[in-house]
């Protein structure tokens, strides 16, 4: 899998927009952007993927660039429960030639009132 | 999604015990995965459970210390064996619904915060 780089932190006003950043330059075709966030003591939760086309649901928008080599995760109206560390991991290709994803340290967002 | 329960949620063990985490899913997955994730740390896969046969472990990681069974596709068990302080860590199973891979979902469960003395 691609590796992935974002910002070590983040802070957010509530109530305004929060983008979150990744760089993933050496994305192959076949490699789907997806985000997760890990609230604390909790298990890392599903927020969005894509593959080329921008994607948005409930939860977030995910802007990916033309070229695909980065992608940006938008929370429209960032919330204080929002405040929690965002991971971007790119994943693709057959499960069992390619099962290791490299999740990284990803962006601590923090949302202030 | 799929619902994963794990138990214990956590526990404080000693110095050369073995403790046994255990993943119930409340539906047929076509693969689960353990993780660690050690204090301050992203996550770390250690092994692909694969139902009726032995556990793929990635590197560093062995079936001694590991040892994982899946008896069917919804139940899976992680062991960690002669514990040390440095097996403090919380561990997590997750699974992937469908056959594609790169497509698919990674659900997670709340996670086994385990605590060596």
Not at chain 1, 11 to 26: I, Y
Request: charged share 15%.
């Amino acid at each position: 899998d691609a590796k992935t780089t974002q910002p070590t932190s983040m802070d957010c006003a509530e109530g305004r927009a929060a983008n979150l950043p990744c760089n993933h330059s050496t994305i192959s075709g076949n490699e789907y952007v997806y985000w997760y966030r890990q609230i604390h003591s909790q298990g890392p939760q599903y927020i969005i993927h894509g593959l080329k086309n921008n994607e948005t649901n409930e939860m977030a928008s995910l802007i990916i660039t033309e070229d695909r080599k980065s992608s940006t995760l938008i929370l429209p109206h960032a919330t204080l429960r929002d405040t929690a560390v965002y991971y971007c991991i790119v994943r693709g290709g057959n499960a069992g030639n390619n099962r290791k994803l490299i999740w990284g340290l990803g962006t601590s967002l923090a949302v202030n009132p | 999604s799929a619902v994963i329960s794990q138990k214990p949620s956590r526990d404080i063990c000693q110095r050369g015990t073995s403790l046994t985490i255990q993943c119930q899913v409340d539906s047929q997955v076509t693969m689960m995965f353990w993780y660690r994730q050690q204090p301050g740390q992203s996550l770390t896969l250690i092994a692909t459970a694969n139902q009726g046969s032995e556990a793929t472990y990635e590197s560093g990681f062995v079936i001694d210390k590991f040892p994982i069974s899946r008896p069917n596709l919804t139940f899976s068990t992680l062991t960690v064996s002669n514990m040390s302080p440095e097996d403090s860590s919380i561990y997590l199973c997750s699974v992937v619904q469908g056959q594609d891979w790169g497509a698919n979902v990674l659900t997670f469960g709340a996670g086994s915060r385990l605590t060596v003395l």
